[in-house]
């Protein structure tokens, strides 16, 4: 088969192959985004993320991921999510998890809270150390 012929057949594949997305985030090279008073709540939102709604497409459904840090007394205020959904994994620490009726339920390491869409939630740290959880955002299309 002559170069060119294979030149072309190459990157005819090459072009009509998907391009596929990064699939690995190392903690090393996560995006810092650190947040005050977010949704009106108290304190800083540390964050740390793979990407964040800032960073991606119409089609992809997962728009953030992170791990997030809420020091002693800080809290995420009241709010809601329009047109997404979001999902706290708790990881490390103790908190209050307020839902869309107002119903508030204290939350430890391996508890699970989800916003789906139309609904409001918030989460605050009542313990003496820091409440560390996974942030998962998400939406359809």
């Known amino acids: 088969m002559p170069r060119t012929l294979i030149a072309f057949v190459l990157c005819s594949l090459f072009i009509a192959s998907p391009v596929f997305a990064q699939q690995l985030y190392p903690k090393k090279e996560l995006k810092t985004w650190d ?17 964040t709604r ?6 992809d459904a997962i728009k953030e991921i992170g791990w997030m840090t809420l020091q002693p007394g800080a809290s995420i205020g009241m709010h809601k999510h ?3 959904e979001d999902a706290y994994i708790i990881v490390k620490g103790k908190g209050v998890f ?8 204290r939350v430890k390491a391996g508890d699970i809270t989800i ?11 009542t313990g003496k150390k820091p409440l560390i959880f996974l942030d998962v955002v ?4």
Request: aromatic share 6%; proline share 0%.
């Open 82 to 84: 329009e047109n997404n």
């Open 98 to 105: 307020t839902d869309s009726t107002g119903k508030e339920t």
């Open 54 to 59: 800032n960073d991606t497409t119409k089609e």
């Open 35 to 51: 947040r005050e008073k977010v949704g009106g709540g108290e304190g800083t939102l540390y964050g740390k993320f793979s990407f």
């Open 115 to 125: 916003a789906r869409k139309g609904e409001s939630h918030a989460l605050k740290n």
């Open 138 to 141: 998400a939406a359809q299309q």
